[in-house]
């Protein structure tokens, strides 16, 4: 991987002085390019080795580009906040929006590397590590991120060259810390496991450039060149995105599926819920002020059939808990923040901070819900949404939240009746839509989609609920027992 | 003011049952009708005296209204992130958008109230703080939104018996802490500095209700009522918003102005061009790694005419400091997120953290520029924004940030040759639009409208520097200069 970054790569003065104009004239022109189309957001990652140059790299190509469009990012200690999330919180706050370029000093493979290099973990864990990287940039790719990853390479005796080079000025002195002395030390360990680590990331739609870090003019025609080469070739060619077809789930042979095995004619009497109610709420809210609870969050996902009654469900759960201490998050059409940027943003940045419960009316399961059913997005998008949730819901339930999925689930009969009821009573709160007549209309393929997405995406972790909801009593005892026991198993 | 609220309001069983159903269906109705027109943003503020009920009040109007269109804010402790910005800044962050409710526990009083109480600050301070927040609050009236404000209350022996009985039960005993003892003590002086505050800030925009604390049925029907009501007026009768319209600046006499009196002709040899750049890039760069430069943020507003080379003086700036520090926020039109927040939303967003700079490319000043000569904002929006400006700006200083503003300024006849020379080349990334000539045919009106501004938000703490932008070169050096001897002075 590095061979070719050893080579003493040189360009002189005069060569460098001839190419610059001509690279920063087309630069500047692809970049207008896409700002102007806001055609797909670019990704640049920045990594490693120490005094490679990485840095005045950077600050060349910026001067060279135009700085209103690019945001650099560097991802040191994390704040207060972002250590409340999980870690890849971070990344996806910092992500740039479409038509925009984001340079990332340190990155997802920070980590990763640095804590296999200090024996802080083992080649299980780093090989893992890299599985959910190459997950997480495919998943980016396939959302139209360019991906550009450029590793600024030194061999060892070339880095200490360079640090002792740059400590022995005065005005760069500071550039050289402690630390940097303590990872030349294992110069040849962070070879190895970057080198692997590279090798296995470099694909297709996330390359890896290895820079050699010795010369600058060769570093900054190299890496200015590559961002130009890749944006005008996607520019121009709007060249296709390479999407791996997964097979559709083929449908139940004997028709019996997880819905239509379900009782709907479980009921309680209004004297049961009430004291099932004031049981289970008071239970909840005395499980939230556990001491324990501090440390974990709680993310409920509400979904169901229209007319299923999930917002009466959300105010039990919200009527048994600080106010304080609860957001719900309606989903709704996304607002153009959110458009351009990739398809699970919207969810990420609303994940709780420790200590608290985000209730989502609908979720990120409207992809294979709605949006596969009504077409709104192609096969390809809502068939790789199934691994992407689950990478998404085992990211949180790594980092203590705790993942409680309902969906609540009526009959077709019923849902009529509900309907006619509210047209009847014609109260404007609960006005029917047609968009709810249009639901109903593909009533089998909605229990088909959500039969595919319960056997799909109900793992350990992030198990779902299934709630017989005919009975909106039986449905919202159900929602809050099965609530308090998550938490409780998880304290 | 806490007369009324120490009569021993009460509200028997009966009265509240019979009462209750009504209010919840007449609250969601409100709620409803407001999420669906967008009409405007509700701010609701919680303050009073420890164990007056608060929460439990907030939660019962939480579980009668849709907790979907409200949002609870606890206002703690500050985050780190927040920590780094002027202490408004959570507040905006947590603003709610048109549409929606935001209850906030603790507020823009709590500081002032308690820091006056412990006797932190003297009188004059609590006075300034006062003031602020009536500008404040007036600012966010002026854009629309209903803001109210409770202020529970209990008298003394009220609250020694209330804490008592709080804790012997052990249910409720977690709820008393040590610091509500402590406040206990200081009851008499809270008491007084919390009447002063209330009596001052209480104005027909965003009024004060003082509500006993003592009874929960009476407590949740005070504020459920006065929220409905509320609520209710401002929908319906689109009551319009009182606006105290202030003079518009007379115009110049002698027709001599701050931009007619620029000498546009100085300019800089290509040779000393370079030296200084060399120089004050240097120098810039050096600056931003002075260790007390981690303790401070850097705000460069740009503004100027069309073509006045606003892009290359941003280019000269970032070039001389690491990628990693700054941030370039191009300001167009806002978003829809934005769109539902007030005016300087957008802008309070992006404000830098410590040890960073923000570089706006246009920014807040385009309401009383481009907003008040083409006619997009009414004319008391324009005119009370630079008093608005003004508050924003006093803020960020008063939080160490550095604040540097510049209008570059060229002749009309520049400007013309500018224009000619991009329609010539027909460089794309220079296109001319139509907004460009459209604003030329307002040059006089723009011209005033920059004076009338410099006139009204060139402070001390956030001067405005006039940059002769005629020659390029000329302009450049300046800005350079002049944000090198801003942070040098505010080191």
Not at 19 to 30: G, I, N, S, W, Y
Not at 36 to 43: C, D
Request: one cysteine or more.
């Amino acid at each position: 991987m590095f061979e070719s970054a050893e080579l003493g790569h040189k360009i002189d003065k005069k060569t460098y002085d001839k190419e610059v104009p001509a690279l920063r004239e087309a630069l500047l022109d692809a970049q207008f390019d896409l700002a102007r189309t806001k055609a797909f957001p670019v990704i640049i990652l920045i990594g490693g080795v120490d005094g490679a140059g990485k840095g005045e790299t950077v600050n060349t190509l910026n001067s060279w580009m135009d700085p209103r469009a690019i945001r650099s990012n560097a991802m040191g200690d994390p704040s207060d906040e972002e250590r409340e999330r999980p870690p890849m919180w971070r990344f996806w706050r910092a992500l740039p929006p479409r038509g925009t370029i984001g340079v990332f000093f340190g990155s997802w493979y920070t980590a990763p590397i640095v804590d296999r290099v200090m024996k802080k973990t083992r080649d299980a864990q780093l090989a893992k590590s890299i599985e959910e990287i190459k997950r997480f940039e495919k998943m980016l790719a396939d959302e139209g991120a360019l991906i550009l990853k450029f590793w600024f390479h030194l061999s060892r005796q070339q880095q200490a060259r360079r640090l002792k080079k740059l400590e022995k000025d005065p005005r760069t002195r500071w550039r050289v810390t402690d630390t940097d002395w303590e990872r030349f030390k294992v110069y040849n360990r962070f070879r190895e496991v970057s080198e692997r680590t590279l090798r296995q990331t470099s694909v297709a739609h996330a390359p890896w450039f290895a820079v050699e870090g010795l010369d600058e003019p060769y570093r900054n025609l190299t890496v200015g060149k590559a961002i130009l080469d890749a944006l005008r070739k996607r520019l121009d060619n709007k060249h296709p995105k390479s999407i791996v077809v997964e097979p559709a789930p083929p449908p139940s042979v004997d028709h019996l599926d997880l819905l239509n095995s379900l009782d709907l004619t479980q009921k309680l009497t209004e004297k049961d819920y009430k004291t099932d109610l004031e049981k289970w709420a008071g239970h909840l809210n005395l499980l939230t002020r556990d001491p324990g609870f501090r440390k974990k969050s709680v993310l409920v996902v509400f979904e169901g059939n229209d007319a299923a009654g999930k917002g009466g469900a959300i105010r039990r759960v919200t009527g048994a808990v600080d106010a304080r201490i609860y957001q719900v998050v309606p989903v709704a059409a996304p607002t153009d923040e959110e458009r351009a940027q990739p398809y699970l943003w919207r969810f990420w940045r609303h994940l709780p901070r420790l200590g608290h419960i985000a209730i989502f009316d609908r979720s990120w399961y409207g992809r294979v819900l709605v949006e596969r059913v009504q077409n709104f997005c192609s096969t390809q998008d809502w068939l790789r949404a199934y691994s992407e949730i689950n990478d998404f819901e085992e990211e949180m339930a790594r980092h203590h939240i705790l993942l409680v999925k309902f969906w609540l689930a009526i009959s077709a009969s019923e849902q009529m009746r509900r309907f006619k009821e509210r047209e009847a009573t014609g109260f404007k709160r609960f006005k029917l839509t047609d968009e709810d007549w249009r639901n109903r209309r593909r009533w089998k393929d909605y229990a088909r989609a959500v039969c595919d997405m319960v056997d799909r995406t109900s793992t350990e972790i992030a198990p779902w609920t299934l709630v017989e909801a005919n009975d909106k009593y039986f449905a919202r005892i159900k929602v809050l027992k099965t609530i308090c026991n998550r938490i409780e198993a998880g304290l």
